[in-house]
């Protein structure tokens, strides 16, 4: 695999990744952990999500040092692969989880069964088994050409998620005001991360389809810029922090919405 170690913009994007990924990646989990458990915050898809960028970033960092020839040890390379890998769908899992969760705050607020703790811990664990077998059966066989197809899979999936809940806001009248704008936002974050910078990336992939191990090298960095979103996305999932914020970038008022659709039921 052609990964241009030697490339400035391979290189620069790939020491953005590490210097200051590892470390923010680091300080918001131990944030997250320290949260009360009266948050609403989905705290455990959304700290699966940052686990799976750190193994993302780690293993980014060994693969990155070991291509080149660097390493005197064959099989660094292989569980560099391994593990970078299985963080990216993972981390691409857990996002369709936290877009589900969201748009079932809005459409279902007294079902939201997704957010139960015994459903999110058997969710997670088979998201980290399924991706751990499907990643590993891939290596062992070398066929790794139907990822890039499999990593298409989330965008249909937030685009439902985020007109799904641009539907059900007005018929929303339980949930407050500021829960539809941090819901609305955090979908909107999660199709923009997606569509900007692992989408190209998904696309050179396949393009490059008859040789999947060729691609520049500047691919896989491009990908894990992706963790520097979702990192936005916790604060922005936090009840206070940019309630204000984001009620002054809502073009219209929910309050008012939800007002008037429950007027005229009533009517």
């Known amino acids: 695999m052609q990964l241009d170690s030697h ?3 391979t290189q620069v994007l790939f ?3 590490v210097g200051a990924g590892l470390p923010f990646t680091l300080l918001v989990l131990c944030w997250l952990f320290c949260l009360p458990r009266k948050d609403r915050l989905p705290i455990t898809y959304v700290a699966n999500l940052l686990i799976s960028n750190l193994i993302q970033i780690c293993f980014l960092c060994i ?10 040890i064959p099989i660094i390379p292989i569980i560099s692969t391994f593990g970078f890998f299985c963080g990216m769908t993972t981390s691409l899992c857990f996002k369709m989880c936290v877009a589900l969760e969201r748009y079932m705050v809005i459409a279902f607020p007294e079902q939201n069964c997704i957010r139960r703790a015994g459903i999110s811990v058997f969710v997670c664990i088979m998201i980290w088994v399924l991706c751990f077998i499907i990643i590993f059966f891939g290596l062992y066989f070398v066929r790794f050409f139907f990822l890039p197809y499999l990593t298409l899979v989330p965008f249909p999936l937030f685009i439902v998620c985020l007109a799904l809940t641009l539907r059900a806001l007005p018929a929303a009248t339980s949930v407050p005001a500021e829960e539809k704008r941090r819901t609305v936002g955090a979908l909107v974050l999660l199709l923009v991360n997606y569509t900007l910078l692992i989408l190209p990336s998904i696309i050179i992939m396949i393009v490059m389809f008859p040789n999947p191990f060729e691609f520049p090298g500047v691919v ?4 894990q810029l992706s963790a520097f979103p979702d990192l936005i996305l916790v604060v922005l999932m936090r009840e206070g922090p940019v309630d204000r914020l984001l009620a002054r970038l809502c073009c219209c008022r929910m309050d008012d919405v939800a007002a008037d659709d429950s007027g005229e039921s009533q009517v």
């Open 63 to 72: 693969w990155i040092l070991s291509f080149p020839g660097n390493s005197k």
């Open 7 to 9: 490339d400035v913009a």
């Open 15 to 17: 020491w953005i990744d």
């Open 220 to 223: 896989l960095p491009l990908i």
